[in-house]
């Protein structure tokens, strides 16, 4: 028989401010007892020690203390490979002859022959690398540099060689490889060329010619990549392309309690067909690891500047990728949507999601499943017939939070500054009804949610001050529901997840500073100091 929460032993925990997000309004609590994982009561300090007499207290004094930051969709399983090899993000390096230094070195302790890896690599803030830069750095090595969106890489003579890539090779379908003016391979490998050698949950190539990392290696960067994450305030996330193998390795770190995120999982359409033989889909699993739906693609990257666009990019004339045929997506959709659970299709730009859309009106007009509710990952670039028909489908938005903080006026020159007003569209995506979740896509973006937050507040490099797409600015507490309740929303957990209530988990971050009052361009700077899933506290400052 289930304990009743008010049996267990409770915990009273109070703060200067308590954000809970009720769903009744009223004042906010002055604190909250946890027992059993969950919100057991909130009100005044004096009504719970009544409530439950001899019960500890914790008193965080003067912070803030707001419902567990949420991000609906971050890469888990790739980050805690990345994290075993070189960080060449543009916090790391400072040029391009400091990134061939890291690679030098990591060269010089490497077997003869052995891999060079390395990822964050940001072409716009450290410049341009071509095949010929690795060779001169890592002659004796294959060397693979996979760039900041994900979407495309560098490899160098020896890593083409191994990839049995030559001047006369084809591109897969939805991939290309780049050449020099000469018309040379240049290294760089772009998204299906990219996918199918180092994101095995996408492989169409068979198995990926990279080494594999041992469980043990994958688990101490799976370790690491959490407690980087818990740090910067998250309880929970959704890993958007998870395969077998992660799934393996998240239920082994569960198994030895050293999963201490709730993680959902989108997981690969390349592999849907062994979850349907499994009878395995959308909410199959618990509170601590949960299966959300499937993931598929249609485009490429914002950063990559790889995204299907209606109008040409403002500084070229190309149009982007889709890298799924229309008919395979249109299928795709078709099938699990008729099984009734949950995709997630990548698209960024304003051509893909009217794809997506189409694929979306087709399987509901088939099989209609109302209250099913579909998302876009991305959903970067919009308009008003989007909105619209996003809101009449119940489509889930889950958009950059941090890409203006990070990209900053790069955006403006990529895609004009017109376009950018509709871009990441948080303030539109509210107003017209649309459920829009947090989202970094780490390691595309950085991880951060106040990060994150403040983004969507000031629409301002971090870097340079540029404003982009001022129009879709969003107060702070907006996108602190962003964060929370629509991140719940996206991964079907809206009922226990997002805010401080009896029967809720009892999953909250404890920030230094209330920054729905703060200077919104101080958002990313607020420390944080506790973080707390199920009412275990997982990391403290």
Known sequence: ???????????????????????????????????GGRIAATGTASQLRERFPGAEEVDFGDAALVPGLNDAHIHLAIAAEDLLHLDLSAGAVSSIEDLLGQVRAEAAHAEPGEWIRGSR??????????????????????????????????A??????????????????????GRDADGRLDGRLVERALMNVVYPATARGGASPLPASSPQEKLRGL?????????????????????PEDISLLRQARARDELTLRVGMLLSIDHYAAAQALGVGSGFGDDMLRLVGVKAFVDGAIGGRTCLLAEPYADSDGHGLQTTPTEELFSQVRAVHGDGNRIGVHANGDAAIRLVLDAFEAAQREVPRPG??????????????????????????????????????????????????????????????????????????????????????????????????????????????????????????????????????????????????????????????????????????
């Not at 028989?1 to 267990?8: F, K, P, R």
């Not at 803030?125 to 294959?142: I, M, N």
């Not at 959490?226 to 998870?242: E, K, M, N, P, Y």
């Open 121 to 154: 690599y940001d072409d716009t803030k450290t410049g341009p690398l071509t095949r010929w830069d690795l060779d001169r750095a890592a002659p004796g090595h294959p060397v693979l540099v996979v760039q900041v969106a994900g979407h495309w890489g560098v």
């Open 372 to 541: 099913l509710r579909h998302r876009i990952e991305h959903c970067s670039i919009v308009d008003a017939g989007i909105l619209k028909r996003m809101r009449e489908l119940g489509a889930v938005a889950v958009p950059f939070a941090g890409y203006v903080a990070y990209h900053g006026g790069a955006l403006n020159r990529w895609y004009g500054p017109d376009r950018a007003e509709r871009m990441f569209a948080h303030r539109s995506f509210l107003d017209a009804g649309v459920a829009v979740a947090g989202s970094s896509d780490y390691p595309c973006g950085p991880y951060q949610p106040l990060l994150g937050i403040q983004s969507m507040v000031t629409r301002e490099g971090m870097d340079d001050g540029v404003p982009v797409g001022a129009t879709q600015r969003i107060s702070a507490e907006e996108a602190l529901a962003v964060f929370t309740l629509g991140s719940a929303e996206a991964e079907g957990t809206g009922h226990v997840k997002g805010r401080l209530e009896p029967g809720w988990l009892a999953d909250f971050t404890v920030l230094g500073e209330d920054i729905l009052t703060i200077d919104p361009g101080g958002i990313a700077s607020v420390p944080v100091r506790a973080t707390y899933v199920g009412g275990e506290c997982v990391h403290e400052a």
């Open 1 to 35: 028989m289930t304990q009743n929460l008010h049996e267990l032993r409770p915990v009273i925990y109070r703060a200067a401010r308590i954000l809970s997000q009720q769903a009744r309004g009223g004042p906010e609590p002055e604190a909250i007892a946890v027992a």
């Open 223 to 243: 370790a690491r990549a959490q407690r980087q994450w818990h740090a910067a305030g998250l309880t929970s996330v959704c890993d958007a392309l998870i395969a």
């Open 156 to 177: 160098n003579s020896a890593a083409l060689r191994a990839l049995h890539i030559d001047e006369d090779s084809s591109p897969p379908d939805g991939g290309d490889f």
